[in-house]
Every structure is written in C-alpha cells, then in structure tokens.
C-alpha cells in the first residue's frame, strides 16, 4: 500500500448566483490533501467559512448523481474528482467551479432539472413484463451476457452531465438527449419487455438527431456510453413499422455509406452526401461548405482501396 | 399557512418509502412522498454489496429460511425481536423475485437464474446483488415503477420539519418547499416515516451527507419513543481516509484482512469465521490492531484482494476497485486497499411493530432504518437492511391500507398547532448574530466519535452528554447568514444540527444507561453481554433536555440466546 498524501493550499473560484443579485464570482481558499474530494472541499467552505454556498450532494461515492457541475471548465461529479487532481492537471492551484450548463440557474451551483427528469419519463423508464410474469406466476430468466449488456446502459444515475453537454439537446427540442437514450435503450432492448413497438416509436425518430459528437461519451462519469445507446437504437430502424422523415434519411444516409464502402471501400463523403439528401439538399450543404472555406475536403478525390474484395466480403457479412 | 391534504404522506424516497407508497397507492389512495432530494438520490443508492434471500429452488440445498432467521438473530445478539427476523426470513425470496420481475438486474448464474453470493454471518450463503451497486439498481426499479402508477405526488426537495398530532393522533406533517421557503401543512390520516438513516452525527461515516436523522427527532419531538437508540454499527472497511465503504462483498468474495506485518489477523478474534464475522467483532479487531501498535501509520488496515485476479474484480467488485482507485490512487488489483471502521448504520429507531406501527401515535407508521421493527437487534447483518427495506415496506404499506379502511374523520380542528411548528423553525434560528451552523456541527461529530463510537465507557460517556447538552446551549445563539428565500440550503442545515442535536442526546444517554456489552454496543467498564438484566429493548422519550427510558421485553419465538462465537 503506498498511501502517499500531501497538502496543497488551493483556490477554488465559485461562480455563485441569486435570482436578486445575478451572477457574481467568489474566491475561497482552504487547504486540501491528496485524498479531498470537491463535495468534501465545498462541505468545509460552507461549514468553515461561508454557509450562504449553496450546493447539491448527497453519497460522496458516484452514485447518487447530486453533484453535476463545471470544475475548471469541465463538466464532472465534484465527488469524484480530487481538488489535488485539477490542481495538477490544469496546473494551477486556482481552480474555476461552475454550475452545469444549459439548465436553468436556481441558487449557485443548484441547476433546476425539471426538464430534464421531463426527459428521462418521456422514455418510459421502467420494464413492462409479461402479465404472466407480473403476477408471478412464471419465472423470467435472463442470460448471464444479457445482464451485463443491459446492466452497462442501467447505470446511468440522472445526474444530467451529459444533457448539459450535449450540442443537439440545445438546438433540437424533439432529441430526447443522451441520458433519455441510454435510459431507453436499456428498456428496449430488454427481452422481457413487451412494449418494444412503443418503444421504438419514441426512441427511432429522436436517435436519428444525435450528431454523434461524443460529448456524452467523454464526460458521462459512470461510462454509460450515452452515443452508443443511440447507435444501437438507430440499428432498430429496420425493425420499425412507421419511419419519420428524419429516421428514412438517416436510413438512406448509412445505406448511403455502405455502398461508398462497398464501392471503393472508403467513405466518399460527396457521395453520401448525394445519396443522403438528394441534390438540392446536397447543393444547400455545398454552398455551406464552401462559403466555411471546407469544400477542399469535400471534393478530394478518393482513391480505391487495395483489398477492397476483403472489405466487401466483410461488409456482406456483417449485414445478412 | 398553506395546507394540502392527502390520505398517507410518505416521509422518505428511498426504497422503504417507496415500497410503503407503492402499495398504498395501489389499493388506490392518495399518497405524497416528500423528500429532501429527488428520489434517487436517497441513500439506498449507495447501498452496494447485495439483498440476502432464501429462494425456493434457487439457493444452497441445505438452507432454508428458518436458518435465515437464526443467522440474524444471532447475528443480532439476541436483542432481535424474533417473530420479525421469521418474517423478514420467510417473504425474503418473494420480494427479491418481485424486484426481479420488475426489472432489476440482479447478476445471473449461467443458467439465467439470481445469484448469489456470502455475506458476513450467514450460514448459507444468501446475498442477491448487482455488482456493488445492488442499492442504486433498486432504488431506480422500485423508482421508476412507482412513479409509473402516476397516482402518486413526489414532493422532492421538500424538507420535512415536524409531525402534527393531537391528544392521541397523528394529523399530518409540516414541510417547507425548499425551493422558495414556503412551509405547508400536508393533513393527513397516516403519516409513514422512512427519513433514513444519521451517519452525518459521526466523523467518520459511510453515510451521504443527507443522512441528519431527522425523521427521528421529529417523531421524539412528537412525543413518540426510539427503540433501542444505542445501538449504532459501524462497519469495518471504509476506505482511509475518505470513509467510502468498501462493501463487505469484498470479504465475501474472498478478500482478507491484514496488518502491518501482514498477518490475517481475524483469525484472533473469530477463528472459525475469520474476515466474515460480523461488523462488530471486526471493527473491534481492527481498531485493537491499530491500538496495539500493528495498524499502518494514520490507523488504518489493509484489505487485500489482489489474489481475486483482475478481470473477477473488475465485473464482482467494480465500486471497490473504482473507489480505491479514485479515492485512494490505489490499484487494488495490485495492492490491498487502506480500511478503518466508521459509522455505518443505526440498529435503533422509531419504535414499531412488525406491521410497522408505532404504539404511541395512532396512526403513525415507519419503515426501512427510520423504524426499529428489530430486525436488526444489537447488531444488523449485511445485505439484511435491503430487504428490510423491501420487505417491511410493503407490511407498513399494507397495514396503512388496513388502517384507512376503518378510520373515522376527528372533529377537533389542528392548524393552530401547525401554525406553532412553523414557528418552531424559525426560533431555530431566531438570533441577529452568533454561531452557525458549521461550528456546533463539526464539535457534535468529533464527539460522537470520540465518546459514542466502537468502544463506550462511563467517564466518555459522561464527557458527550456534557458537550451535547453544550451545544444544545449554544445553539440558542444560532443564525442563518443568507437572508434568500431561494433554496436557502443554510437554513435547512441549520434545522438539520437540531435533529442531530435531540438524536444524539437520546443515544447518548441510552448508551450510559446500558450496562453491558451487546452487539454494535460495546462498553468497556461492562464488557459481558447480559441477560439476565439488559435482555430487553430500550425505549427512550425525549422530555425537553431529558430522556425517559422505560424497557420492553424481547419478542422470543424458537430460539434461546446462547454465547455469540464465530
Ligand atoms: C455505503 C452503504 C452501503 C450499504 N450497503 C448495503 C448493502 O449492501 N446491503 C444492505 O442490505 N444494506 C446496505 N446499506 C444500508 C442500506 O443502504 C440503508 O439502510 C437503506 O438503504 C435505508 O433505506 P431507507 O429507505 O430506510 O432510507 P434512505 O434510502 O436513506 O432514504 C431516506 C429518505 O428520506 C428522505 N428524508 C430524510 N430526511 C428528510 C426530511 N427531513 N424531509 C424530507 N425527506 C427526508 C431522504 O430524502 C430520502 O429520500 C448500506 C449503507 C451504506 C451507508
Ligand atoms: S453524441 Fe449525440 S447525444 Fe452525445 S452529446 Fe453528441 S449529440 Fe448529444
Ligand atoms: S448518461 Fe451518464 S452523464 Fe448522462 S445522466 Fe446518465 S450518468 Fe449522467
Ligand atoms: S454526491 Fe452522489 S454522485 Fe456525487
């Protein structure tokens, strides 16, 4: 065991807000060891120095989702993060603390995130068993493989960081956001649920609108993988009875891809565009393109991949 | 004073007050939850080693719940009243298939069926888990499932303050919204309490932050009683130094204690259990260990699993291994993980019966490690408060049911008692200067520590009555600086340091006044257990600055206490 502890005086800026006086910054400086979490460094300034802070926490452990916020411009669980860590990392003992993006401010770094439990309800969230099952009158059983695959995507613990991340949730108010979506998945591609066409109808639609920037991915503290949830999701398109426009293009837009693949085995973006969104979509996207200075990559012409026979049989493989 | 009125209101979200609410609202009541924080934020998410239950068909071959139930009455040193351990026992495999069916995760054996794993104190092993994080898995089903009733209102970040009674009833409680300050009377005609438990009392405690035992002292303020108040477990392996539990799932998957010079030292102390003793015995040895000069510098021990192999602790022991790593910059594949005993969970609580209903106030009901149903005893088994949880829950749910069915309407009218409650928050903090909350809080946890903790003594426990009647003192001098009526987080710890303050007066008089050694309550000048005069439960009022204790016998079914070896 090689305990190794030190001591560190520190900063921690608070971006603090009251619906009375707005935003203002405060600084507070205390002194911390190799082993301070940001809850037990926010616990001391307000129980030492200052009892205004205002705050969420609740199990210190990753588990209870409270403490969502921006720790030198990073969005993190406070509790899960060592006051000594960011010092290090950022290189500075002064360190920024913010509430998280995107929600509403309530009182400093307390976000209002009734939109965002809105979110979660919105997908259903809990198992519809068979009747038999409900009334205990069989067992269900569930692989061993199943289980660890469903219970990946059921650890998500609310805590909202990835929603306050998420580029799409901002622009697009019909994208049910990350947390939504891997909390769905979960439901969806349990196999003893029975609502599965339902759930389709809420989910197919909406994963179509991820832009697939993997800010969910990167900041989500418990690796839920909010991005893959949606991939797999988006694989449920070919079981769905009624498409939405968006899901039918985005469809069109990996059959689009497949064919590049398969064509020249590389993914000839023009192209897929083309296919994707037709011409007249395609020539509104060019004009963006060209006048954002990027048409260069757009229109570099591909070469063939050599062992393209290889990627065809792969690819046939993979999509009987 | 604005008033809403409900069949049941529900103190607590975590999972027995979200079983109670379940089953009420489903005979089709109406039921308000209230809460402190959003209700999977309660603490039964951070529970993480497992649920025990005797499954028909589906455990060792050898069990059976009979077994069960001597495990935790034992485990409990006989102060376990033995008609609940029977109970919890016999409905311990049909609840777990219950949450199954619901949804939760529970890992499998290979052929699809529940797991499962050994916990300290079991004969068989018994504990169903998922992971270590079986705590927020259920939390989440049982959430997610109630909420889905859509017949239930969540009060979330809602702080409940006081009960409201009349000469023989409970009426309903008062609760500010936290948001804007704005207190309401919820009338009601049972109230069930499942606030939790009250870690934040001691220095060192596995417990989230939100854990101020507040469902206690406003039932003590309401003149109802606690059962057995002492008993207080602190568990063995909390991670040095930042008290995060290292579930004893670890041990029961193998994992082995050791001192400085490497030595397994439980087998000093519990020769035939070993690491899998129960809770008490093993932070006992610990801290023996540490005060004999044979505990690594700081006072503390280590936890070693590395011989478990990677990938096993990876899938079984996940949180462990993440939470060394986190916490401790330690690679618990590689190294033994740095544990000392902290406070864990109370044994004692509202006193009820096994229907969960409180003897003292009609009406008035409480569940999950609020209550004292007494399945616990002197000292709780690990993964037995899960079911607990879930198990009587549901009993408490049913017997509000039952209770609505025949209740009559009183005449007497109640607001201006309610109207004084409120007015009883603000005295809290009624002074223009003086003290905070912080500075009466930090000397309340240091002396809970130092004087009610592991080991007990008279002169200790003379020294903390002292201090908290101090404190008691000094916080008649306390203001709240934030003058905002937006969630105002001061003003509800302020409130908070109040509860802590009236608990912990009560547990420390009734651990002077128990003249023994029993369980999780361990006094030094008294080191015997017994029976002959301390076989009995503790029932303790809180008059004013007093604490009446009068005693109950001990509810014996089938078996007669014999010495506790492992
Ligand atoms: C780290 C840890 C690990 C554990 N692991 C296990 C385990 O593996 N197996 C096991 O069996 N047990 C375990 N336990 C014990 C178990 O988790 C708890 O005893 C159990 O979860 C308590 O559940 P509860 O429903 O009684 O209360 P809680 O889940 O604590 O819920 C209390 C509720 O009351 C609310 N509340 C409190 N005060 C107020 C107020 N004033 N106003 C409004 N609302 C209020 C809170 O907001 C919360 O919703 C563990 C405990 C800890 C500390
Ligand atoms: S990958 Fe999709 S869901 Fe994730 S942050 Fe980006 S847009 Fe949002
Ligand atoms: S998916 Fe991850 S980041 Fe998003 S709410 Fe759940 S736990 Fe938080
Ligand atoms: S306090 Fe629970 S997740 Fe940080």
Redesign the interface.
């Given at each position: 065991m090689s305990l190794q502890n030190e001591e560190m005086d520190v900063v921690l800026k608070i971006k603090r807000y009251s619906p009375e006086k707005g935003y203002w910054w405060q600084e507070y400086k205390l002194k911390v060891d190799r082993f301070t979490q940001f809850t037990e460094a926010l616990r001391r300034i307000k129980s030492e120095q200052d009892p205004t802070l205002a705050y969420r926490a609740s199990c210190h452990m990753a588990v209870c989702g409270s403490c969502g916020m921006k720790i030198n411009g990073e969005p993190r669980l406070a509790c899960k993060t060592l006051v000594i860590d960011m010092a290090k990392k950022y290189g500075s003992n002064v360190i920024t603390i913010e509430p998280m993006d995107y929600f509403k401010p309530v009182k400093d770094l307390i976000v209002d995130l009734d939109e965002f439990y809105q979110r979660m309800y919105k997908v259903k969230p809990r198992l519809y068993p068979h009747k038999e099952v409900l009334e205990g009158n069989v067992e269900q059983r569930l692989k061993p493989e199943d289980q660890r695959e469903l219970w990946k995507f059921a650890q998500c613990i609310w805590c909202g960081l990835c929603v306050s991340a998420c580029p799409s949730v901002k622009m697009d108010p019909e994208f049910l956001g990350p947390a939504a979506h891997a909390k769905g998945y979960r439901f969806l591609a349990d196999p003893r649920d029975t609502i599965t066409e339902e759930r389709m109808k809420i989910l197919i639609d909406s994963a179509w609108r991820c832009t697939y920037c993997y800010m969910c991915y990167n900041v989500c503290p418990r690796d839920i993988e909010p991005v893959t949830a949606i991939k797999k999701t988006r694989a449920y398109t070919r079981l769905a009875k009624e498409k939405t426009s968006i899901a039918q293009t985005g469809e069109k837009h990996i059959e689009a891809i497949f064919n590049s693949l398969l064509e020249t085995g590389k993914l000839e973006e023009a192209k897929v565009y083309l296919s994707t969104y037709g011409l007249l979509g395609s020539i509104k996207d060019f004009i963006y393109l060209f006048q954002s200075g990027k048409v260069k990559y757009a229109l570099v012409k591909e070469k063939s991949v050599e062992n393209i026979s290889e990627i065809r049989k792969i690819l046939s493989g993979d999509n009987k | 004073m604005e008033k809403v009125s409900y069949d049941v209101v529900i103190v607590g979200a975590g999972l027995a007050g979200l079983m109670a609410a379940h089953e009420v609202a489903s005979a089709g009541y109406n039921v308000a939850v209230i809460s402190k924080?959003?209700p999977?934020?309660?603490?039964s998410?951070?529970a993480e080693g497992g649920i025990a239950a005797y499954i028909q068909g589906n455990s060792d071959p050898n069990d059976n719940p009979d077994y069960m139930a001597y495990d935790t009455i034992k485990g409990g040193d006989y102060l376990v009243d033995q008609d609940a351990a029977e109970l919890l026992a016999y409905k311990s495999g049909e609840i777990v298939?219950?949450l199954?069916?619901?949804?939760t995760?529970?890992?499998?054996?290979?052929?699809?069926?529940v797991a499962v794993r050994y916990f300290g104190g079991q004969t068989y092993p018994r504990t169903r888990f998922?992971?270590d994080?079986t705590?927020?898995?259920l939390l989440?089903?049982v959430y997610?499932?109630t909420?889905?009733l859509g017949s239930v209102d969540f009060y979330f970040e809602w702080f409940a303050w006081e009960l409201v009674r009349d000469e023989n009833r409970i009426r309903g409680i008062i609760a500010f919204d936290m948001?804007n300050m704005v207190p309401v009377f919820f009338k009601a005609k049972a109230v069930v309490i499942a606030s939790g438990g009250m870690g934040m009392l001691y220095r060192h405690s596995t417990n989230?932050?939100?854990n101020t035992g507040d469902g206690y002292a406003m039932a003590l303020r309401a003149r109802v009683a606690l059962k057995d108040p002492e008993f207080v477990q602190f568990h063995p392996t909390a991670l040095?130094?930042?008290d995060?539990?290292i579930s004893e799932a670890a041990r029961g998957e193998g994992a082995v204690l050791r001192n400085v010079k490497g030595e397994r030292f439980m087998a000093r102390y519990a020769p035939k259990k070993l690491d899998l003793a129960p809770r008490d015995i093993v932070s006992r040895a610990i801290l023996t260990e540490v005060k004999e000069g044979r505990g690594?510098p700081?006072g503390y021990v280590?936890l070693d699993l590395t011989h478990l192999g990677e990938d096993y602790i990876k899938e079984r022991l996940a949180?462990a291994y993440?939470?060394a790593k986190?916490?401790?910059?330690?690679d618990a594949t590689k190294?033994?993980?740095?544990v000392r005993p902290a406070q864990h969970y109370y044994m004692g609580g509202i006193d009820v019966d096994i229907t969960g209903r409180n003897p003292d106030l009609v009406g008035l009901f409480a569940a999950g490690e609020a209550a004292c149903v007494s399945v616990h005893g002197a000292n709780r088994l690990g993964s037995n408060s899960l079911l607990e949880t879930l198990v009587f829950g549901r009993e408490t749910g049913r017997a509000v049911v039952e209770f609505l069915k025949s209740y009559t309407e009183p005449s007497s009218d109640i607001d201006k008692e309610a109207e004084k409650m409120i007015d009883s928050a603000y005295e809290v903090v009624k002074s223009e200067s003086g003290v905070?909350?912080?500075?009466i809080?930090?000397r309340l946890r240091d002396t809970m520590w130092d004087y009610v903790g592991v080991f007990r003594d008279e002169n200790g426990l003379k020294t903390a009555l002292s201090e908290i009647m101090k404190l008691r003192e000094d916080m008649k001098k306390m203001y709240?600086?934030?003058k905002?009526k937006?969630?105002?987080?001061?003003f509800y710890?302020a409130l908070e340091l109040k509860n802590m303050l009236d608990l912990a007066l009560v547990i420390a008089t009734s651990a002077l006044n128990r003249k023994e050694s029993r369980g999780a309550h361990y006094r030094l000048d008294y080191p015997e257990r017994d029976d002959q005069n301390w076989l009995k439960h503790t029932i303790a009022y809180l008059r004013g600055n007093s604490v009446e204790i009068t005693y109950k016998p001990v509810k014996m079914t089938k078996w007669k206490p014999e010495a506790r070896v492992y």
């Open positions: - | 924080v959003f999977t934020r309660s603490h998410a951070a298939m219950l199954e069916r619901w949804g995760l529970f890992n499998r054996q290979p052929d699809g069926r998922v992971g994080k705590g927020m898995a989440h089903t997610e499932r909420s889905g948001r989230s932050y939100i040095y130094p930042s995060i539990l690594f700081g280590g949180l993440e939470a986190s916490f401790a910059g330690i190294e033994m993980i740095p905070h909350f912080g500075e809080l930090e709240v600086l934030d905002s937006v969630y105002n987080t001061e710890n």
